[in-house]
Structure formats: C-alpha cells, structure tokens
C-alpha cells in the first residue's frame, strides 16, 4: 500500500528565504507525483505535475524535482513571499487512477 | 480559466439524513473524482467515474455512498444516512479530455459537510 510522508510538518521562514519541502513514498511504481498548494479552508491548486520519466518541472519561482528509484520529491521555492504562506500537498498517482496525498507541510512566511 | 465548481460551499445535516453533494467539473474532461478530507487529515479518495460508470473506489466508498452524472455537466455524491464521521471537506476532481487519466487533476473548492 502506497504511503506517502512530507517534512516538516510545519515550516516558518523570513521573507526572501530560499527554501524545500520534501516528499518521500513508499511504492516506487508511479506514473506521476503532482504537487497541491491548499490555503486555509479552501481547495487544492495544482502547482506542478511530474511523470514519471522526468526529473524536475519549473514554473516560476517553483521547482520540483522527482527521485523515483529513492522514492522522493521536494518542491523548491525561491525567494519566498507573505503570499505563499499556505499548506503544501505532495500526491503520487500508481497504477490507477486515485491519487495518494501526504499530510502536507504548513509553510508561513514571515515579513 | 475553466475551473471545478461545487455546491453548497457549507453544508449542515442530521444524523441519518441524506444529502447531496454537486460539482460541476471542467467542461469535456472525461474523468470525475470524489476525495474527502476530515479535518487534521491527508486527503482521501473516495472514487473515481469514467464513461457514466464507476471506475474505482476506496473501502470509505460503501453502501452509503453513491455517485451519478445526472446531465451532461453535473457529478454528484450522495451519503443516504449520514453519521458523524461522515464530516469533512468534500473535493469533487476532474481530469483529462483525452481519455487518459494519469493527468493533472483539477480540484473544486470543496464542500464542508458537518453532521450533527
């Protein structure tokens, strides 16, 4: 059964800093493993999506990387701002269809 | 941007009672979703729809619930008797016009459930 674990749990940086969330899975066998920005009560924002042959996506100040034989992921943001404090979600997607979230870590970004 | 819609925002319920949960998902994707999230928790999936029938779904996914595409735009879950630990944020999810579902899925806002 897939597992999936994100740390810190909770992180909390000045505004400026450069920083990494990390995702780690169990199962090895995915096709893709995307990456969810969720704010307070509210839904998920697709930020990047990776299959499974690909290293890393860019989009902005977001980079993420994929480890798939380590069974790891970790979303790089630059030069972070107030407006990315949020809860971040890893999700890896296997054989089927569903996909499979970590708990998440709690960014806050200080000013 | 085309976008999931889903309603009601809020919803409260007794015990036993049934409700409704509507999403509208992207237009001409193919793939609908239902995950839920009780709160403090991962994200769940519940069950998956594809071609006007169900393709997977998880054990939370029992008797209870139940999962239609009345029209050409609306995906609905239903809970017949709801219970306590039935409340939680409820996503609605769509991917894909391509017949191919390990694509980019797309959330709605969700929908809070609490049952009283």
């Known amino acids: 059964k897939q597992e999936v674990t994100q740390i810190p749990a909770a992180l909390s940086v000045p505004e400026g800093e450069n920083l990494v969330l990390n995702c780690s899975f169990t199962?090895?066998?995915?096709?893709?493993l995307q990456w969810f920005r969720q704010d307070p009560g509210k839904g998920l924002t697709s930020l990047l999506l990776i299959q499974s042959s690909q290293r890393e996506q860019t989009s902005g100040r977001l980079n993420a990387s994929l480890d798939k034989s380590s069974g790891r992921s970790t979303l790089y943001i630059a030069a972070s701002q107030p407006g990315d404090s949020a809860t971040y979600l890893c999700?890896?997607?296997?054989?089927?269809?569903?996909?499979?979230f970590g708990k998440g870590t709690k960014l806050t970004v200080n000013p | 941007e085309p976008e999931v819609t889903q309603t009601p925002s809020h919803q409260v319920t007794q015990m036993g009672q049934e409700v409704i949960l509507r999403c509208v998902p992207i237009s001409n994707h193919l793939y609908f979703y239902w995950y839920r999230q009780i709160l403090g928790q991962k994200v769940e999936f519940l069950v998956s729809f594809y071609n006007n029938e169900i393709s997977e779904k998880s054990e939370i996914f029992d008797d209870q619930f139940s999962v239609e595409r009345p029209d050409g735009s609306n995906f609905t879950l239903k809970i017949r008797s709801t219970k306590l630990e039935d409340s939680a944020m409820y996503f609605c999810?769509?991917?894909?016009?391509?017949?191919?579902?390990?694509?980019?899925?797309?959330f709605g806002p969700g929908t809070r459930l609490l049952v009283l």
């Open positions: 199962d090895s066998a995915i096709y893709n």
């Open positions: 999810a769509s991917s894909t016009n391509t017949g191919e579902p390990l694509e980019t899925q797309y």
């Open positions: 999700a890896v997607q296997g054989g089927s269809e569903k996909l499979v």
